[in-house]
């Protein structure tokens, strides 16, 4: 065993005896919160952020192609639904899933009330998986391909502000060539999102009304919604689409058609980079604190150890591995505890917020394998240079002041 080592584990064995031992409790305490907070804070937003970009993407895909348009509008130019790009894309290990839409702006008219909204019309071939979790009421609608139906879905939200029930009948209201056409739809369920933005505006049913409306064959679309498998490659996976599609249709990606949402989302990490760089602050003043007592306690020691004729690099190594031992336990602590609330947060779903203002019902927690591995690597290596700082004074300790000090 190395002498440095060695001396540590002595140092640690008798610490409880001495005056030091409060300032060590309160070190790994600092260290054990400052870890917990950190994780905590970035599962959260983690979290948050992934939560958002999942529902914005159950609205429109991760990637959507659609002919050229110099207007931004909701009702895109009509496509061929035979595309040669189509079985390529589909054959692509990283893209899950390609799905035809339409979208065709409309009222819905009640006795009382009118809404402006979005039909979002789907085929045979649409994957509800987003809307099967969250429905509140009812079921999905059975779009079959073959023939027309006049199942759809609304929002809770559709539904409140027009006193609409499960099982009513939908009448909306369309214009085509400055005339007005009418539709009847049967509500066969009802979901919430939280996105208030998005659920207010979307009504989802079948993709042959809108070709009927505007005149389209069968084989007519709007546009595809591509879903990929990793949302990191996202902006790649764009990019390749787009020069595959060719020049008279356009690639967009969920960021691209919705700016403002996640420029919202990336200006939380200025937040959570706050919360971080202040625990750093507080944690690096107790962690200097606790090695100057410590250096400062066994002065007498360090005199004697120069006398014998060990090095101020052999002392420093002692205790930069006693400090590491109030780190290590620190980071010990502070993960078991993270890691137990973020674990009874997202399983047991504690801590509840107003879906109307955070656009989730409940804090959600990400726990990435990966986060976690960085954090306690980055506070190792942080560790690590702030002992290097009060560790220097060993060298300006003389064995003669030293052994007199004492």
Not at 160 to 186: A, H, P, Q, S
Not at 270 to 275: F, G, S
Not at 345 to 353: A, D, G, I, N, P
Not at 368 to 376: D, H, K
Request: proline letters at 2%; glycine letters at 6%; aromatic letters at 12%.
């Amino acid at each position: 065993m190395k002498t440095e080592l060695f001396l540590a584990k002595k140092i640690v064995a008798r610490s409880k005896e001495n005056f030091s031992w409060t300032f060590i409790v309160i070190a790994i305490t600092s260290i054990a919160l400052g870890i917990a907070i950190m994780f905590v804070a970035i599962a959260i937003l983690t979290g948050f952020k992934k939560e958002i970009r999942e529902k914005v993407v159950g609205f429109s895909g991760h990637i959507q192609i659609t002919r050229f348009s110099g207007n931004s509008t909701f009702e895109p130019q009509p496509i061929e639904k035979n595309q040669p790009f189509y079985q390529k894309i589909r054959q692509n290990k990283e893209i899950s899933h390609i799905q035809a839409f339409a979208n065709k702006a409309g009222i819905i008219k009640t006795k009382d009330e009118i809404q402006g909204v979005i039909l979002k019309g789907v085929d045979a071939d649409y994957s509800w998986t987003f809307f099967r979790d969250k429905m509140k009421q009812g079921r999905i609608p059975e779009i079959k391909g073959t023939q027309r139906c006049d199942e759809v879905i609304i929002s809770q939200k559709t539904a409140d502000l027009l006193n609409l029930k499960l099982n009513d009948d939908l009448r909306m209201y369309f214009i085509v060539d400055n005339n007005t056409l009418g539709r009847k739809f049967k509500i066969v369920g009802i979901y919430s999102t939280g996105l208030e933005e998005f659920d207010k505006l979307y009504v989802i049913g079948d993709i042959h009304h809108i070709q009927k409306l505007n005149n389209w064959t069968d084989n007519q679309v709007g546009g595809f919604e591509v879903m990929i498998r990793n949302y990191k490659d996202m902006e790649r996976l764009g990019m390749d689409i787009y020069h595959q599609i060719g020049f008279s249709l356009d690639a967009s990606t969920v960021r691209q058609l919705y700016p403002q949402i996640f420029d919202w989302l990336d200006l939380q990490d200025i937040n959570v980079l706050i919360i971080l760089i202040l625990i750093i602050l507080v944690s690096t003043t107790t962690i200097i604190s606790t090695l100057l007592i410590l250096i400062l306690e066994r002065t007498n020691m360090i005199g004697i150890l120069k006398a014998l004729g060990m090095r101020s690099k052999g002392i420093r190594k002692v205790f930069l591995y006693h400090a590491f031992y109030i780190v290590g336990w620190g980071m010990l602590l502070g993960n078991l505890l993270a890691f137990s609330l973020c674990w009874l947060q997202k399983y047991f779903r504690l801590v509840k917020l107003p879906e109307e203002s955070y656009y989730v019902s409940v804090i959600p927690i990400n726990l990435n394998i990966w986060n976690i591995l960085l954090l306690n690597l980055g506070t190792v290596v942080l560790c690590y240079l702030i002992f290097i700082i009060p560790s220097f004074v060993i060298s300006r300790i003389t064995p003669v002041k030293a052994i007199r000090f004492s």
